[in-house]
C-alpha cells in the first residue's frame, strides 16, 4: 500500500478498525519517499510531501487504519532565559545546519556530542533527554547522510 498524504491525526479519527503503526525516526519522518514494514508487518510506501508528526493517520480503509509513531531518541534540550540568548542560540544551530525545535523557553535539537560541549563552552545551559523529536524546523541547507563525517570541520578559529 502507498501513504500519500496525512489524513487526519489518530486522536480525532478514532477509526473503528484495525490500527496499525509505522515506527519511523524523527530524519525518516521528513524524507520525501520511504518504504517500511508496520508494527503488524505490512508493506507501505510513504509518499507525503509533508514532514510526519506523532499520530499522523497515513493510511485509512474499510478494514485498516495506518498512523505514525516516532520513535523517542536522545536530544538535547537547550534552557533559555531571555530572547538575546534564543537569538544567539538560533545563530549557532543555524551554522550548524541543524533541525530544531523552538518552544517558549528552550529548544530541541538531536543529540550530538560536538554540539553540544560547543554550546556548553558558549554558556548555554544544555541537558541531554530522550523524547520525540516532532513539530521541528527543517534545516534545508544539506541532504541528511547521518554519517556524522561533519564533526571534524569545526571552524574554531574566530576570535571574538
Known amino acids: ?6 489524513i487526519g491525526k489518530l486522536s480525532e479519527l478514532s477509526p473503528n478498525v484495525e490500527v496499525d503503526t509505522v515506527e519511523l ?3 525518516e519522518a521528513e524524507k520525501k519517499r520511504i518504504r517500511k514494514t508496520t508494527v503488524g508487518g505490512r508493506e507501505i510506501g510513504i509518499a507525503v510531501d509533508e514532514t510526519l508528526s506523532d499520530g499522523d493517520v497515513i493510511y485509512l480503509d474499510d478494514k485498516l ?3 505514525v509513531k516516532l520513535t523517542s531518541c536522545p536530544l538535547i534540550k537547550i534552557n533559555v ?3 538575546q540568548e534564543m537569538g544567539r542560540l538560533c545563530f549557532e544551530i543555524g551554522n550548524r545546519h541543524l533541525s530544531l525545535k523552538i518552544s517558549e523557553d528552550n529548544v530541541l535539537i ?3 556530542e560536538p554540539t553540544e560541549k560547543h554550546l ?3 554558556g548555554f545551559d544544555c541537558e541531554e533527554i530522550i523524547d520525540k523529536f516532532d513539530d521541528f524546523i527543517v ?3 544539506h541532504g541528511h547522510s547521518h554519517s556524522h563525517a561533519h564533526e571534524h570541520e569545526h571552524h574554531h578559529g574566530h576570535s571574538h
Do not use: R
Not at 500500500?1 to 496525512?6: P, S
Open 65 to 67: 487504519c495506518v498512523a
Open 110 to 112: 538531536p543529540h550530538d
Open 120 to 122: 556548553k563552552n558558549l
Open 1 to 6: 500500500m502507498i501513504a500519500e498524504k496525512i
Open 25 to 27: 525516526d524523527w530524519f
Open 139 to 141: 534545516c534545508k541547507a
Open 81 to 83: 532565559h531571555t530572547m
